[in-house]
């Protein structure tokens, strides 16, 4: 059954519009030796590793978006594996105003650059592969691990493609 609050927080007046806040990003894949391997990024600003992604620019499609963020927090030239994104969601409400926060997932893979080569060094710490399972028991953000997950499903490591 939908929400019919969907959207919507309960404020000292009652009900009131939530605003929603729209990013992309990449999930990118390697074969690794036994498992499949994920590229995350380490923020100055929090120890876990998380999935490299932004906030859309205005005339910025989601997949241009994805794609120009992995790059600049990564350095490396990725290409999305499908055309369709991953979609997560999840309510940041720890500071006011509370925000709905919409990501958009691309399944990708490298095709070339590397870490010393990222426009943003000011924030990320650190640039790294983490084997799959690895990856998800250090993450702590449950959206991004969902679309980790979601990803990984349709990964053939035969093909080293998607």
């Given at each position: ?120 060094k ?24 969902e ?8 990964w ?7």
């Amino acid at each position: 059954m939908d929400n019919p609050h969907h959207g919507e927080v309960l404020g000292g007046g009652g009900l009131k519009q939530m605003e929603t806040k729209t990013a992309a990003g990449c999930v990118v894949l390697r074969a690794g030796e036994a498992e499949p391997e994920v590229l995350v990024i380490w923020t100055k600003q929090y120890a876990d590793p998380t999935l490299p992604k932004g906030h859309v620019k205005p005339g910025e499609s989601l997949l241009e978006c994805a794609l120009r963020e992995t790059e600049e927090e990564t350095g490396y030239v990725v290409e999305a594996k499908v055309q369709t994104s991953v979609e997560t969601e999840r309510v940041l409400d720890k500071h006011p105003p509370t925000v709905r926060k919409v990501v958009h997932w691309f399944p990708a893979s490298v095709v070339s650059g590397a870490p010393e080569n990222r426009a943003e060094k000011s924030l990320i710490s650190r640039v790294g592969w983490l084997p799959l399972s690895e990856a998800i028991r250090q993450m702590r953000r449950p959206d991004e691990i969902e679309a980790l997950r979601r990803c990984a499903a349709v990964w053939t490591p035969s093909a080293m493609s998607f």
